[in-house]
C-alpha cells in the first residue's frame, strides 16, 4: 500500500503539481485493487500542466482482459505450424477461437457491470469479449480508474493525459487501459513532415512494379479480399480508387466500410493520401482480388484503432489479409533511470551525438494488446503487414507529434511492426529501366526506411539461427538489465519500393487528379497486394497461414532464397547497412514474386480443412459482360464483366483461372476478329474465334486502344478454372459509331 501511495505521488509531483495538493484528491485504494503502473506516461515530467479539461467532455477508453489460458493458446499455435502435427493448418474460425480461448462470459459481464457502475456506456466489444471500447465523461472515467486526468503542453502541443495510473478491481483480469492520454495516437507513414502528393517522374507504375518484380501470369489475388486498418471518411478515397482502376484497365473494385464504434464521427480526411496508397498499392499488386475492406475507426487515437484492429480479428467474413501504414514507438518498459545508460546507445547505430536517450521515446500502453490481437490472427490463418516507419534506424519519438522523414536517434521499433505476429515491411528506392515490360536497373535501401532490433521484446523462434540477425536485448521487460544474451526482435522482415520522397515512388490517384505516393507507407500495402496473388492459389484450403512463417523458412535456405527473394546489399538506415541476406534496414529484401510463390507452396503447403469434403469439380464457369460498363468508338474500346465458377459448392469453391475476350467486326454471316498485334483477320465463321487475354478473372476487362472502323460488332467471352474446365461463351451486340 505504501509504495503504490508514493509511486502517485512521485508521478504528481514530477508534473508540476504539489504532493500536497494532489494528496487531497488521491482516491483511496486497497488490496482489491489493481494498479496499472504502466500505464502513465514518463514523459509528463517534461510537460508543463495547463490545468484540466472540462469534467463533461466525454472520452473513449479502451480495456485489455487477459485470456484464461495463455499456456493452451501457445501450446496450439505451436501446433498449427508444425507439419507433424495433425492440427497442422488447421487454423481457427474467431468463433472457435472465441469458445476455446476467449473471456468467459460471466468476466465479461462483470466488466459491463462494473463500467455501467461508473457511468460509462459500452460500445464495442470484441467476439473473444478481450478488448471492451467504452465512453463516459472525464469526471466518470476519473472516479471509476481512480485516476487524475489533467491538460498538459509540450512544444506547443497541447494533450490531456492521466497524472496518475489508472487502478482497476483486481477480480477483473484487465491489464492495459487505452486512451487516457490522447498523445498516444498512431500516425500515418504518409504524414512525411509535410510532403503532400504531386506528379512525379520518378515514379513506378503497377504494371512496371508487376514486371519488376516477377509477377507470374495468370495469378491475380482471384478469390481472396484484403484488409486496411485506418480512420476517418472514405467516400473520396473510394471515388479515387475507382479513377486509378479506369486509369489502369482495372475492374472497379468494391469496397466495404467497417466502421468501430459504429456511431464515431467519421468526418476526418486528414489521412486520405496514406489511404490512397494503401487501397491503390494492393489493388494494382493484385488486379482481381474480391474486394477491400476498410477496417476504419473515428480518430487514430490508440484505443478507437485497437478496436478496428479487434473488429477485423474477430470478423467472421474478415479477409485473411490486412495492411497498416501506421505506428508509434514501441512500449518503453517501466520510466526505469537504466534506459537512460549510455550502453542502450550501442543498439541505436545512429552514430549520432544528439542522439535521444531511450526513455525520450514515450511509453504507450497499446502494445501488449495489439500483440494480443495479432496473436489470434496468426491463429486464424491470418497475415498482418506493417509498415516498418520513415524514421531509419529510430522511431517517431512522440513529442512532437508529427510523423517525418528524419532519424530521431530513440533507438526503438515501431509498433504495430515490430510484435512477432506481424510481417514488418521496410522500404527501398527502385529505378526501372524505362523498357516495356520493365525490368530492374537499380534498387537500394531507402535513408530512412524503419529498422532496429528492439532492445526489449524477444525474437520469436523463426528468427533465430539467420545470419545478420544477432543483436541481443539489452533490457527486460521491467527495464532491468539484462546479460542473459537472449535474441531481441528485428524488423523489417521485407521490403518493398518506398521510393524517396522527393524524386521516386509509386503513381497513384488523389484527390482525382495523378499523383505520387511513398514511404513506406507504400511498401506495406504492396506486399499485402503480392500476398494475396500468393493467396489466391490455396483458395478452397485452409490456405498458407502467417507470412513470416514460411519466409523465414525459405530465408534459411540459400537455395531457396535465391528463388524467392532479391536481395538488397547497397545503402543504409542511418545506423544499419544493407547486407548480403538479413540486415535491419530491408529484411530479407524485396519479392521474386513467381519464385515466392512456388517456395511457399514447398515449406508451408496449403491443407484441405479438417472435415471438409472432397470432391472432383466438373462444373464450368460462368461469364458476363457488364453492359454499363461498354465504352466504344473509334479510337478506343472497353468491355468489362464478371465470371463465376461454382467448384464443388453451390456457394462457390472453384477459382476462375483466366478469362478471355474475342472482338469481331460482323459482316452479314461472317466475322473479322481482332487479333493482338495484326488487326482484323480476314472475314469468316463466327464459330472461330480470336480470343485476346482479359486483365483479371472474377472481375475482368479488357480495353483495346487502336482504330475501330464503324460498324457492328460481337465480342466473345469465355472463362477457364482452376479445374481445367472450360465454360460457355457469351455474347454481346454492339455498334462503334
Known amino acids: 500500500m505504501t509504495k503504490i501511495l508514493a509511486t502517485v505521488v512521485v508521478l504528481a509531483a514530477a508534473t508540476g503539481v504539489t504532493a500536497r495538493a494532489e494528496a487531497r484528491v488521491l482516491p483511496v485504494i486497497t488490496t482489491a485493487d489493481r494498479v496499472l503502473v504502466a500505464d502513465v506516461s514518463p514523459r509528463l515530467s517534461q510537460a508543463q500542466l495547463v490545468g484540466s479539461p472540462p469534467a463533461t467532455q466525454r472520452m473513449r477508453i479502451g480495456l485489455a482482459l487477459a485470456h484464461p489460458d495463455p499456456a493452451g493458446e501457445d501450446a496450439l499455435l505451436t501446433r498449427l505450424f508444425d507439419r507433424s502435427s495433425p492440427d497442422y493448418h488447421q487454423f481457427l474460425t474467431p468463433a472457435r477461437y472465441?469458445?476455446?480461448?476467449?473471456?468467459?462470459?460471466?468476466?465479461?459481464?462483470?466488466?459491463?457491470?462494473?463500467?455501467?457502475?461508473?457511468?460509462?456506456?459500452?460500445?464495442?466489444?470484441?467476439?473473444?469479449?478481450?478488448?471492451?471500447?467504452?465512453?463516459?465523461?472525464?469526471?466518470?472515467?476519473?472516479?471509476?480508474?481512480?485516476?487524475?486526468?489533467?491538460?498538459?503542453?509540450?512544444?506547443?502541443?497541447?494533450?490531456?493525459?492521466?497524472?496518475?495510473?489508472?487502478?482497476?478491481?483486481?477480480r477483473l483480469p484487465i491489464f492495459d487501459v487505452l486512451g487516457l492520454d490522447s498523445s498516444r495516437r498512431y500516425r500515418t507513414m504518409a504524414d512525411l513532415n509535410g510532403v503532400a502528393a504531386s506528379p512525379n517522374t520518378g515514379?513506378?507504375?503497377?504494371?512496371?512494379?508487376?514486371?519488376?518484380?516477377?509477377?507470374?501470369?495468370?495469378?491475380?489475388?482471384?478469390?481472396?479480399?484484403?484488409?486496411?486498418?485506418?480512420?476517418?471518411?472514405?467516400?473520396?478515397?473510394?471515388?479515387d480508387l475507382h479513377t486509378f482502376d479506369d486509369l489502369h484497365g482495372l475492374p472497379q473494385l468494391p469496397v466495404d466500410v467497417v466502421r468501430t464504434p459504429a456511431n464515431g464521427d467519421f468526418s476526418d480526411t486528414s489521412g486520405n493520401l496514406e489511404w490512397n496508397i494503401d487501397m491503390q498499392a494492393i489493388h494494382g499488386m493484385a488486379p482481381a482480388i474480391t474486394r477491400e475492406v476498410l477496417y476504419f475507426s473515428p480518430s487514430l487515437v490508440d484505443s478507437e484503432i485497437v478496436a478496428s484492429l479487434g473488429t477485423w480479428v474477430n470478423d467472421p467474413n474478415g479477409p485473411p489479409i490486412m495492411s497498416a501504414s501506421l505506428g508509434q514507438c514501441e512500449q518503453v518498459p517501466g520510466a526505469n533511470p537504466v534506459l537512460n545508460d549510455p550502453a542502450l546507445y550501442a543498439v541505436n547505430g545512429n552514430d549520432n551525438p544528439d542522439?535521444?536517450?531511450?526513455?525520450?521515446?514515450?511509453?504507450?500502453?497499446?502494445?501488449?494488446?495489439?500483440?494480443?490481437?495479432?496473436?489470434?490472427?496468426?491463429?486464424?490463418?491470418?497475415?498482418?503487414?506493417?509498415?516498418?516507419?520513415?524514421?531509419?534506424?529510430?522511431?517517431?519519438?512522440?513529442?512532437?507529434?508529427?510523423?517525418?522523414?528524419?532519424?530521431?536517434?530513440?533507438?526503438?521499433?515501431?509498433?504495430?511492426?515490430?510484435?512477432?505476429?506481424?510481417?514488418?515491411?521496410?522500404?527501398?528506392?527502385?529505378?526501372?529501366?524505362?523498357?516495356?515490360?520493365?525490368?530492374?536497373?537499380?534498387?537500394?535501401?531507402?535513408?530512412h526506411s524503419g529498422g532496429n532490433a528492439s532492445p526489449f521484446i524477444r525474437a520469436p523462434d523463426y528468427q533465430a539461427g539467420v545470419p545478420n540477425l544477432n543483436r541481443p536485448c539489452t533490457v527486460d521487460s521491467n527495464g532491468q538489465p539484462t546479460n542473459?544474451?537472449?535474441l531481441c526482435r528485428g524488423v523489417p522482415d521485407v521490403a518493398a519500393i518506398s521510393g524517396d520522397v522527393v524524386s521516386n515512388g509509386y503513381s497513384i490517384v488523389s484527390d482525382g487528379a495523378e499523383a505520387s505516393g511513398a514511404g513506406t507507407s507504400l511498401s506495406s500495402p504492396l506486399w499485402?497486394?503480392?500476398w494475396a496473388d500468393l493467396a489466391s492459389t490455396a483458395v478452397g484450403t485452409t490456405g498458407y497461414g502467417f507470412a513470416n512463417r514460411a519466409i523465414y523458412a525459405?530465408?534459411?535456405?540459400?537455395?531457396?532464397?535465391?528463388?524467392?527473394?532479391?536481395?538488397?546489399?547497397?545503402?543504409?538506415?542511418?545506423?544499419?547497412?544493407?547486407?548480403?541476406g538479413y540486415d535491419y534496414v530491408t529484411g530479407f529484401g524485396v519479392p521474386r514474386?513467381?519464385?515466392?510463390?512456388?517456395?511457399?507452396?514447398?515449406?508451408?503447403?496449403a491443407v484441405a480443412r479438417r472435415g471438409a469434403s472432397r470432391c472432383r469439380d466438373r462444373s464450368a464457369p460462368v461469364s458476363a459482360f457488364k453492359r454499363r460498363a461498354l465504352r466504344a468508338s473509334n479510337r478506343r474500346l472497353v468491355l468489362a464483366g464478371t465470371s463465376r465458377d461454382r467448384g464443388c459448392r453451390a456457394r462457390g469453391a472453384g477459382r476462375v483461372a483466366r478469362v478471355k475476350v474475342a472482338v469481331a467486326r460482323v459482316r452479314g454471316k461472317r466475322c473479322a476478329f481482332l487479333r493482338p498485334k495484326r488487326g482484323f483477320s480476314p472475314s469468316r465463321s463466327c464459330t472461330r474465334a480470336t480470343y485476346l487475354k482479359a486483365r483479371g478473372s472474377s472481375r475482368w476487362r479488357l480495353t483495346v486502344r487502336r482504330r475501330m472502323p464503324r460498324g457492328t460488332y460481337r465480342a466473345y467471352v469465355r472463362a477457364v478454372d482452376a479445374s481445367g474446365n472450360v465454360g460457355r461463351r457469351t455474347a454481346l451486340r454492339f455498334r462503334v459509331r
Open 554 to 580: 525459405i530465408a534459411k535456405d540459400g537455395a531457396r532464397y535465391a528463388q524467392a527473394f532479391h536481395d538488397i546489399t547497397t545503402g543504409s538506415n542511418g545506423g544499419n547497412p544493407a547486407l548480403v
Open 355 to 447: 542522439a535521444l536517450p531511450v526513455s525520450q521515446g514515450v511509453s504507450q500502453s497499446s502494445q501488449p494488446t495489439t500483440t494480443m490481437l495479432l496473436q489470434q490472427a496468426v491463429m486464424e490463418g491470418r497475415t498482418f503487414f506493417a509498415a516498418s516507419g520513415d524514421n531509419g534506424s529510430s522511431c517517431n519519438a512522440a513529442y512532437p507529434s508529427a510523423n517525418g522523414v528524419a532519424n530521431q536517434g530513440v533507438p526503438l521499433t515501431s509498433d504495430p511492426a515490430n510484435t512477432p505476429f506481424s510481417t514488418g515491411v521496410g522500404g527501398t528506392v527502385l529505378y526501372s529501366d524505362g523498357n516495356e515490360p520493365a525490368a530492374r536497373f537499380q534498387e537500394v535501401a531507402w535513408t
Open 593 to 605: 514474386l513467381a519464385g515466392l510463390i512456388y517456395q511457399v507452396q514447398q515449406v508451408t503447403p
Open 528 to 530: 499485402a497486394g503480392m
Open 203 to 239: 515514379s513506378q507504375s503497377p504494371e512496371d512494379l508487376r514486371s519488376i518484380y516477377e509477377h507470374p501470369d495468370g495469378i491475380d489475388g482471384d478469390g481472396v479480399s484484403v484488409a486496411i486498418l485506418g480512420n476517418g471518411a472514405t467516400d473520396s478515397v473510394i471515388a
Open 98 to 170: 472465441a469458445q476455446r480461448f476467449g473471456v468467459r462470459e460471466a468476466t465479461q459481464d462483470a466488466v459491463r457491470d462494473w463500467l455501467a457502475g461508473g457511468g460509462l456506456r459500452v460500445e464495442h466489444v470484441t467476439g473473444a469479449g478481450d478488448y471492451f471500447l467504452a465512453s463516459g465523461t472525464v469526471a466518470q472515467v476519473q472516479a471509476l480508474l481512480k485516476t487524475t486526468i489533467r491538460r498538459y503542453d509540450i512544444g506547443g502541443e497541447s494533450f490531456d493525459a492521466n497524472a496518475t495510473p489508472p487502478v482497476v478491481p483486481r
Open 484 to 486: 542473459s544474451g537472449e
